[in-house]
């Protein structure tokens, strides 16, 4: 089993600070782009190179637009490098409760930006010839609790509603097979994507610098005023607009995380052998949910769970009271049977938005006109990143 610990010390050896050993191999990130060392003028400045700030920078170099990236270690080191990698077309807050909340064509419109996700990273995948593992697989959402029928009726509700959102969802029966974690009843979700997270923002990168934009690693913002942010060694970067891509945003802008919830995610990888579980992505209805996807190594799978999410900052005897990994580890065994020994353990910090939306645009009440945010993705980073690409375009 992986500990804080161990991987910690790998990272601090080559000066990156709070890397993971992960199954896409965070522990290993070395920055290869420079640290910036003069001030510069751009179009636009960029805060943050996980895939929310490169999807941006992608799109907008794309346009025409002169862009400059700013890293605070390396690209990937941050929630990038820890994601379980879901391009999703469900959304984990529940469509029929966004129906709910804020109508069915505004449910529709959410629908439409995570169908345009996972195209977009498909078309920039064979336009780039980025090599990612890149796959479309289906997602299968399953009750927590198969006798409950309030949950069924859940289950039933999201069924209907994603019709509706325009999804070409199907109640299927996958009969108890281990290989499908004895899942009986669930939605199918078809057309999701699987990919290797880091090999991909590695490709937009790549993509970004040929069509002259500008990346910089090594390059902490410590302080963002109107049209310009600041390095901790003092470098000015002044741009039209400034887009903090930070996972939570550099600012003290209180109408935005007043408006989001921290909470901590917990992921373990088991050894599984090669095919004994389908590939396919496997999310339940249980709040927090759990969800589950196949990484394929040369001479094994690993089987991929993530869930049993708490607020950040909670006591240390009440961490111990909920035993994250231990109940993980429990759930997975009563339904992944082909589960064998852990290979990786690691966390995660995610933003839940009180409204169940993304926190895509210019920042509510602004302190400075010129800065916009990516933010509040309820763990859904992948698609939401990209999401913020396409709204940013």
């Not at 997270?197 to 937009?204: D, E, R, S, V």
């Not at 373990?268 to 589950?292: M, N």
Request: hydrophobic fraction near 35%; proline fraction near 3%; aromatic fraction near 10%.
């Amino acid at each position: 089993m992986a500990t804080s610990a161990s991987t910690d010390q790998t990272s601090a050896d080559k000066g990156i600070y709070g890397l993971r050993h992960t199954v896409w191999d965070q522990q290993d990130i070395t920055p290869i782009y420079p640290k910036i060392c003069k001030d510069e003028t751009t179009d636009v400045v960029i805060v943050g190179a996980g895939i929310s700030g490169l999807s941006v920078a992608y799109n907008l170099v794309k346009e025409g637009k002169k862009v400059v990236v700013l890293e605070a270690k390396a690209r990937g080191s941050g929630m990038t490098g820890r994601t379980t990698a879901h391009i999703m077309a469900w959304n984990d807050d529940f469509y029929y409760k966004i129906s709910k909340q804020h109508g069915v064509d505004f449910c529709k419109l959410v629908g439409d930006s995570h169908r345009a996700a996972i195209d977009f990273v498909a078309q920039t995948v064979n336009e780039e010839g980025i090599d990612c593992n890149f796959s479309k697989v289906d997602g299968y959402l399953f009750p927590h609790e198969h006798t409950d029928k309030v949950i069924q009726e859940i289950l039933y509700k999201e069924f209907e509603t994603a019709k509706i959102a325009g999804f070409d969802v199907k109640m299927v029966n996958l009969n108890g097979d281990p290989a499908c974690g004895k899942i009986t009843d669930a939605i199918l979700f078809p057309g999701n994507g699987d990919f290797h997270p880091l090999m991909y923002i590695n490709g937009l990168a790549r993509a970004i610098v040929k069509r002259g934009g500008k990346i910089y690693e090594q390059s902490r913002v410590t302080k963002n005023e109107e049209h310009k942010v600041i390095t901790e060694d003092g470098v000015n970067v002044t741009a039209d607009v400034v887009v903090l891509a930070t996972n939570s945003p550099l600012n003290h802008n209180l109408e935005i995380h007043a408006r989001q919830e921290a909470q901590r995610t917990y992921v373990i990888g088991f050894r599984i052998k090669k095919g004994s579980v389908k590939k396919a992505q496997w999310w339940d209805t249980c709040v927090p949910y759990h969800y589950v996807r196949t990484e394929q190594k040369e001479d094994y799978d690993v089987l991929i769970v993530g869930g049993n999410d708490n607020a950040s900052g909670i006591k240390a005897d009440d961490y111990v009271k909920l035993s994250p990994f231990i109940s993980l580890e429990k759930w997975t065994r009563e339904r992944w049977t082909a589960a064998e020994d852990i290979l990786y353990t690691w966390t995660g910090q995610v933003y839940e938005p009180i409204d169940s939306l993304h926190l895509i645009g210019q920042a509510p009440i602004p302190t400075y006109g010129s800065n916009y945010i990516v933010t509040g993705d309820s763990g859904q980073g992948m698609t939401g990143g990209t999401i913020a690409g396409l709204y940013y375009e």
